[in-house]
C-alpha cells in the first residue's frame, strides 16, 4: 500500500511537471510559426525583419529548451519529487508499525465464533501452540479437553491445571446455568438443573482421571481444585493464549462458545497471566501427578478431591468414559486420535 502511494504522488508530479513544460514549448513553437508566417506575407524591410528575428529566436528558444529540459528532468525528480516520497513512505511505515504494535497489544489475532461441534480450524491452531510450548496452564470446568490434547500431541509439559472443586455448592453453578439458557419456559427446570449438576460433576471426575491418564505426556501435572473458578476457559502457552467465553450470552445455545487468541505480547496475555498465578495460589485442594505416580496414589488424590473413594471397577469406567469422549471429540475436530 505505501508503495503505490508512493507511484501514485510520483505519477502525478511528473505529469504537473511535463503539462507546465510542454504548454511553454508549445507556446513558443506558436510564436515561432506565427511571427515566420507573417515575415513571409509582408514586403522586406525592418518589420519583416523584426518578424524573422522573433520567429527565428522563439523556435530555438524552444528547441533549445526542450533538450534542456530532457537532460534535466531525471535530476530534478531526484531533487524534488524523491524525497518527497520517501517521506511518505516513511511516515507510512511509521503510521504502520504504530497500528501493528497496538493490535498485537490490544486485539485478538483469531476469532472464533460460536458452533455447536468442534471447528477443526480452531482446535489445528491450538494443537499447533500446544506443540511448540514447553508450560501448559489450563483454567477451566473439569480439564476433560485439556488431558485430550495432551493425549494427541506428541511433546513433554509441565502442566499447572486449576478446575472446579466438586465439592463446593458453587462450583458448578455458573457452567450448569450455560447450560440451561437455551431450556423453554415449560422446560421442568429444577429437574433439569439438578441432572446438570450431576453430569457436570461427573465430568470433574473423568477429567481428573483423564488427566492421569495423560501423565506420560508430562514432567508434572499440578490439579488445583477451586470452589469458584471463573466462568470463561483459559489455555495459555508459551506465545499464546485462548479465552473461551462461557460468560457471553451470544451464542449461548452454542455447546462451543466464541474463543479469542491473544499473542504472547499483548496486554490480555500479561493480565491472564497474573490472573492465574493468582488463582492459583489460593486456598484449594492440590496436588501433583507425575509419570511415576501411581494408581493408588491417584486414587488417594482423587477422593481428596472429590469425596469419592472409587473401587477398581468406578476407576476402569471413569477410564472408559474419557477414552470415548477423546475418540469422540478428536473425530468431530480432526484431530485424528
Known amino acids: 500500500m505505501p508503495a503505490d502511494a508512493g507511484r501514485l504522488r510520483t505519477h502525478a508530479i511528473q505529469e504537473m511537471f511535463w503539462t507546465r513544460t510542454g504548454l511553454l514549448l508549445s507556446v513558443l ?7 515566420t508566417w507573417a515575415a513571409g506575407s509582408i514586403d522586406a524591410g525592418t518589420p519583416k525583419n523584426l518578424l524573422t528575428a522573433l520567429g527565428t529566436g522563439t523556435f530555438v528558444s524552444a528547441v533549445i529548451g526542450f533538450g534542456q529540459t530532457l537532460i534535466t528532468a531525471s535530476a530534478a525528480q531526484r531533487a524534488m519529487v ?3 516520497v520517501e517521506e511518505s513512505r516513511k511516515a507510512l511505515r511509521e503510521l504502520s508499525d504504530e497500528y501493528r504494535s497496538l493490535n498485537a497489544e ?12 468442534p471447528d477443526p480450524a480452531f482446535n489445528a491452531l491450538m ?6 510450548t514447553r508450560q501448559f496452564l489450563f483454567r477451566g470446568f473439569s480439564g476433560r479437553y485439556a488431558a485430550v490434547r495432551l493425549l494427541l500431541a506428541h511433546a513433554e509439559w509441565e502442566v499447572r491445571a486449576v478446575v472446579a472443586d466438586p465439592r463446593a455448592r458453587g462450583s458448578v453453578t455458573g457452567r450448569a446455568r450455560h447450560k440451561l439458557r437455551h431450556k423453554g419456559a415449560d422446560a421442568d427446570y429444577e429437574t433439569e438443573y439438578e441432572r446438570v449438576q450431576e453430569a457436570l460433576h461427573e465430568e470433574i471426575r ?10 506420560g505426556r508430562c514432567t508434572s501435572i499440578e490439579v488445583t481444585a477451586v470452589a469458584d473458578p471463573p466462568l470463561d476457559r483459559l489455555e495459555m502457552f508459551d506465545d499464546s493464549v485462548w479465552v473461551t467465553l462461557y460468560s ?3 451464542g449461548s445455545q452454542s455447546l462451543y462458545p466464541r474463543s479469542l487468541r491473544f499473542s504472547e505480547g499483548s496486554f490480555l496475555y500479561g493480565m491472564q497471566r497474573a490472573e492465574f498465578a493468582r488463582l492459583h495460589a489460593t486456598d484449594g485442594a492440590r496436588f501433583v501427578i507425575t509419570p ?5 496414589e491417584f486414587l488417594a488424590h482423587f477422593a481428596a478431591v472429590t469425596g469419592e473413594q ?3 471397577e468406578r476407576f476402569r469406567e471413569l477410564a472408559e468414559r474419557f477414552h470415548a469422549f477423546r475418540r469422540d471429540f478428536a473425530a468431530k475436530a480432526e484431530l485424528g486420535g
Open 206 to 215: 473423568i477429567g481428573l482421571v483423564g488427566l492421569f491418564l495423560a501423565r
Open 248 to 250: 457471553s450470552v451470544s
Open 310 to 312: 472409587p473401587t477398581e
Open 127 to 132: 494443537m499447533r501452540d500446544l506443540g511448540a
Open 292 to 296: 511415576e505416580t501411581t494408581r493408588d
Open 29 to 35: 513553437l506558436v510564436v515561432s510559426g506565427l511571427s
Open 82 to 84: 524523491t524525497p518527497l
Open 106 to 117: 490490544f486485539f485478538p489475532t483469531h476469532v472464533f465464533e460460536a458452533t455447536t461441534d
